[in-house]
């Protein structure tokens, strides 16, 4: 089982791993690794003696350079060296080990071998396909699917990350629960007839079931699910015409390698397995925003306490590294108009490099009136049309589809939109009136649940010196001052420490969070700013003291905040499958360090609480959860001024007869009469408030 002892074969996969790397650094040092350094990594790892047949990569990825080695690349120091962070599995003696491996010499910098306890390595695919073969072997499995007139042949198992609900077999060791689906053929969608009652604990090392929770009496619901049968889907809708999205001229941004610029935008792209797309030192108009921009973790948690699925949670990111399900885009479907598609280079479970064929997409989408003014006294008639740049990627992870979409608006807005699809994950319903499910298909429930997304936004707003404020919109009473009583006002309460920097979203208020400098202001005065805009919709629902709100503290806030530090990169921790709870956030605050001039890391939490209707069965019409950062006090003015109006025969009305007159007589400044009313958005903004529940 142990590689080849044999020194100079030893020797030479090192070499290799040297000069393979030397020769081929990337030019910037926050570079996504290149399939050269990971074939480099590759090699290293099969050089340690503790590496074995059954040792599999569970994570391969860029251990990034602290922010101030950048920063002082950036003024002339050399460059920080290129170092490999990988997490390797060991999937029959499940020794685990978190590495850092110097891309430059072929050193193991460190090495962490963990016990299991604080927290396991993600869940690996290899992991997930031998339940499968565990289940089917296990004699109490089959007599439960037999009791229910089942054989193993009629379902698929669906493993789950089992969490951490304190059982002493499932100490240390790597737990999947699985739930059965039945399946009438190779193409019938299982999630539509759940195996309910029945779930089972497996020690996936151990290659056995060491628990099997049956609970009988549940009906496997029949109603098909196959929404991709023309039966099912019906006659095809008539009338609908094809929307074509032309840029005679092409796009108007440019990438080169990750970097890329756009009207004033100036950033790199990243990508990673577990974070997936990484936004990086963000600049507009050649002042730093946002230096690093992530979702740094998921959780979608279920509010069914039913015994067979009170522990169904899901950390997409840390537990199942989402990035890596990157789905690989066609031109004209997922995107639309003059698309730019980036491969994207991960390593597999062999340490191999994989490229994800067109996994991130990059487009500019008209987004509507920009600005817009016609007036009374000067005749003056003036209208800008607003742009942005969009960058984006889908994953699929298990039932449900993310995409994740980042905006960069012409006006210095910055936007991150999670857009979720898929399938729901069904249950048996257990009668009328049931409080944590929807009936969504007769017999088929569909639990209640919530996706909760992490964004860790680094910010550098016009530098590193910054301080978070809460904003909220006052009421103020009837006073000498205000003897009307019509005066509100806002309230500015500075976020002066790790410890108090847990915040809840209140639309009621207005409540916003200001990043502002605290040494740049504006020509009048104000700190220059960016302003965070939740969505605010509910943080977790669990109760405070179950095992989910201790393992995704994060989820019960809307805003936490911390002083940078590089080694805090993930709102759960680093170990999130079966952590027992505490990490991430939680010890980021611990410290309580001062907040007011520092360097600044915010943690938002944004999503959506799911009460699934029946228009989300069989697939779900896509549904968004989105966050907005807006310059505030950035600018003196309006910082769009110079936009030049579009050309005319962007504007042109079409003809229409008995209508509003000849084509072509307006001139760019109108376009009332247009196809395409511009001060409508178009289908990109028609999500607000158009939530789940
Ligand atoms: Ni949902």
């Keep these: 089982m142990i590689p080849d002892p044999d020194k100079e074969n030893h020797m030479t996969l090192t070499d290799l791993a040297a000069t393979s790397t030397a020769a081929s650094a990337p030019a910037h040092p926050l570079a996504s690794l290149t399939a050269t350094e990971i074939e480099a990594v590759r090699a290293v790892v099969l050089s340690l003696p503790s590496t074995t047949e059954q040792t599999r990569f569970a994570y391969v990825g860029l251990d990034e350079p602290a922010k101030g080695d950048i920063l002082a690349w950036e003024q002339g120091a050399p460059a920080p060296a290129r170092v490999a962070r990988v997490q390797l599995l060991d999937m029959l003696s499940a020794r685990s080990s978190d590495l850092r491996v110097s891309l430059a010499t072929g050193e193991v910098l460190s090495e962490t071998v963990l016990d299991g306890t604080a927290g396991q390595l993600p869940v690996l695919d290899a992991e997930f396909e031998a339940v499968g073969d565990i289940a089917n072997a296990d004699e109490a499995w089959i007599a439960a699917l037999a009791a229910r007139g089942l054989a193993t042949s009629d379902v698929v198992l669906v493993p789950l990350s089992a969490g951490h609900y304190g059982y002493a077999q499932e100490d240390g060791r790597r737990i999947l629960r699985a739930f059965a689906f039945q399946q009438f053929s190779p193409s019938d969608h299982p999630w539509a007839h759940p195996v309910d009652g029945l779930t089972a604990y497996i020690d996936v090392a151990d290659r056995r079931i060491i628990e099997i929770v049956d609970t009988p009496g549940f009906d496997i619901p029949q109603t098909s699910g196959n929404f991709d049968d023309p039966a099912v889907q019906g006659p095809p809708l008539e009338g609908l015409k094809p929307i074509e999205i032309t840029q005679p001229e092409g796009s108007s941004f440019t990438v080169e390698d990750e970097h890329v610029v756009w009207g004033d935008w100036d950033l790199r792209i990243g990508f990673d397995t577990r974070e997936g797309l990484i936004m990086r030192q963000l600049s507009f108009k050649g002042r730093p925003v946002m230096y690093r921009g992530s979702i740094s973790e998921m959780v979608v948690p279920y509010g069914d306490p039913a015994p067979n699925r009170f522990w169904q949670n899901y950390f997409d990111t840390g537990e199942y590294l989402f990035g890596r399900y990157t789905n690989e885009l066609e031109l004209g479907c997922d995107c639309v108009g003059d698309i730019t598609y980036l491969d994207v280079t991960l390593a597999d479970e062999l340490g191999l490099p994989r490229t994800v064929r067109n996994g991130v997409c990059m487009h500019e989408e008209d987004f509507g009136s920009l600005w817009k003014h016609t007036d009374i006294f000067t005749g003056s008639a003036e209208v800008r049309r607003q742009r942005r740049l969009v960058i984006s990627f889908f994953t699929t992870v298990g039932n449900y589809d993310y995409g994740f979409f980042w905006y960069l608006y012409l006006d210095g807005t910055i936007e991150c939109e999670a857009k979720l699809t898929g399938i729901l994950f069904t249950s048996a319903y257990p009668g009328e009136g049931y409080p944590f499910a929807s009936e969504v298909a007769p017999g088929l429930g569909a639990p209640y649940h919530q996706h909760l997304f992490s964004a860790r936004l680094d910010m550098t707003v016009d530098g590193i010196a910054n301080v978070v404020n809460e904003i909220d919109a006052v009421r103020v009473p009837i006073s000498a001052e205000n003897p009307a009583g019509n005066a509100f006002t806002k309230q500015v309460t500075p976020i002066t420490s790790e410890l108090v920097s847990g915040r809840v979203a209140d639309g009621a208020r207005n409540r916003v969070w200001q990043i502002a400098s605290t040494e740049k202001t504006t020509a009048m005065g104000q700190p220059t700013s960016y302003v965070l805009f939740p969505t605010e919709t509910p943080v977790l629902l669990a109760d405070d003291d179950s095992s ?101 025969a962007h504007c042109a009305p079409k003809a229409v007869s008995g209508g509003y007159g000849p084509a072509g007589h307006d001139h760019s400044g109108h376009d009332h009469a247009g196809p395409d009313h511009s001060g409508h958005d178009h289908a990109g903004h028609d999500h607000h408030g158009h939530h789940h529940g």
């Design 548 to 648: 989910i709100a201790a393992r995704a503290t994060f989820a019960t806030k809307n805003l936490f905040v911390t002083k940078y530090d590089p080694a805090e990169r993930y709102a759960a921790g680093d170990f999130v499958n079966q952590h027992p709870g505490g990490a991430g956030i939680p010890e980021f605050i611990a410290g309580d360090e001062p907040l007011v001039g520092e360097d600044l890391v915010l943690w938002h939490t944004f999503g959506l609480t799911h009460f699934p209707r029946n228009e989300d069965w069989p697939v779900m019409p896509m549904d968004y959860a989105k966050f907005t950062l807006k310059p505030y006090n950035f600018f003196e003015r309006n910082p769009t001024l110079n936009v030049p109006p579009s050309t005319a």
